[in-house]
């Protein structure tokens, strides 16, 4: 099968059977046994890679399809969590900013987001158009702005999953759409919003 850009296998005496894998920016790590010989390893690495990136694809954006999509989530999103309150007239996918993840312009209503977060976790997609959705209320980021914001749930973990996806790939991003700071603690995702596989192979 085809890897990704990048795999690196990680051997352990300790680790008797299971066999993991999960992603850090571009590259997937795939933990792995020391008593694997190379042919089990080169199976189980195809497998796990296999295995995550399923996972993965159950957790993206429904926004992904395309810019007719992506409005249809801001739409939801908005009425979810900012009272149907914000109605942008476009919203749709650009090419990668060099600055930002994203960014919206309040006095015609349209919202860019860059190709870069296509295929981050829904969750993560979700949080930039809350964050962009909500300066059609907010145009700066005030207390008033991260107030509606922090309705999104899961607010502080997409801020600290971006910061680590962004200093992974060398990005030097810093916030969503140039604001100086992250407007909030960054946490560090838990195990359910993790992308990451497991098996147990036959020793």
């Known amino acids: 099968m085809a890897h990704p850009a990048v795999v690196e296998v990680r051997r352990s005496d300790r680790r008797r059977r299971m066999v993991s894998a999960r992603r850090e920016?571009?590259?997937?790590?795939?933990?792995?046994?020391?008593?694997?010989?190379?042919?089990?390893?080169?199976?189980?690495?195809?497998?796990?890679?296999?295995?995550?990136?399923?996972?993965?694809?159950?957790?993206?954006?429904?926004?992904?399809?395309?810019?007719?999509?992506?409005?249809?989530?801001?739409?939801?999103?908005?009425?979810?969590?900012?009272?149907?309150?914000?109605?942008?007239?476009?919203?749709?996918?650009?090419?990668?900013?060099?600055?930002?993840?994203?960014?919206?312009?309040?006095?015609?209503?349209?919202?860019?987001?860059?190709?870069?977060l296509r295929d981050t976790p829904g969750w993560v997609v979700d949080y930039v158009l809350v964050h962009e959705l909500t300066h059609l209320l907010e145009p700066g980021h005030d207390e008033s702005f991260w107030t509606w914001v922090r309705r999104y749930p899961r607010t502080e973990r997409a801020m600290g999953y971006l910061e680590g996806l962004s200093a992974a790939a060398g990005l030097g991003l810093v916030g969503i759409d140039g604001e100086d700071g992250l407007g909030g603690d960054a946490l560090d995702e838990d195990a359910e919003d993790t992308d990451a596989a497991e098996a147990a192979p036959a020793s």
Do not use: H, N
């Open 25 to 116: 920016g571009d590259t997937v790590i795939v933990f792995i046994p020391g008593w694997m010989t190379d042919k089990e390893e080169s199976r189980w690495v195809d497998e796990m890679v296999r295995r995550l990136e399923r996972s993965e694809a159950r957790r993206r954006s429904p926004g992904r399809a395309g810019d007719d999509a992506l409005r249809r989530r801001s739409m939801e999103l908005s009425r979810r969590y900012l009272d149907g309150l914000a109605v942008p007239t476009t919203v749709r996918w650009v090419a990668p900013m060099r600055t930002r993840w994203a960014s919206c312009t309040p006095a015609d209503g349209t919202i860019r987001i860059s190709e870069r």
